[in-house]
Nanobody
Framework: VQLQASGGGLVQTGGSLRLTCTAS????????MAWFRQATGKEYEFVSR???????AYADSMKGRFTVSRDNAKNTVYLQMNSLKPDDTAVYYC????????????????WGQGTQVTVSS
């Protein structure tokens, strides 16, 4: 099983990025997916999750700015990030879970390698 995250980069405050997580070795429609992030020296932080049904949830600081979506036919999950702030700087990870509604990393079985997002002020 492999989750390949991509789309990170350097962007100015107020800019946008779209992260992509492509799964191989599993059928994405069987899993609930999430995005987490980890800033240097900090713990993993929940960003967003998307249920197999398409139901979504976001951390409070991301509501209205980030949008998670999935395309099961492409085995891919996306995270559209708008109005980025320097505090959004982190490595972003996608993760897959069998059980729904987890916002803690312990609930996720498979993890991507992470993609760096850097927001300059």
């Amino acid at each position: 099983v492999q989750l390949q995250a991509s789309g990170g980069g350097l962007v100015q405050t107020g800019g946008s990025l779209r992260l992509t997580c492509t799964a191989s070795g599993l059928t994405l429609s069987d899993y609930h997916m999430a995005w987490f992030r980890q800033a240097t020296g900090k713990e993993y932080e929940f960003v967003s999750r998307i249920h197999r049904s398409g139901d979504t949830a976001y951390a409070d600081s991301m509501k209205g700015r980030f949008t998670v979506s999935r395309d099961n036919a492409k085995n891919t999950v996306y995270l559209q990030m708008n109005s980025l702030k320097p505090d959004d700087t982190a490595v972003y990870y996608c993760a897959a879970a069998r059980a729904p509604y987890w916002t803690h990393p312990d609930g996720y079985l498979y993890w991507g390698q992470g993609t760096q997002v850097t927001v300059s002020s």
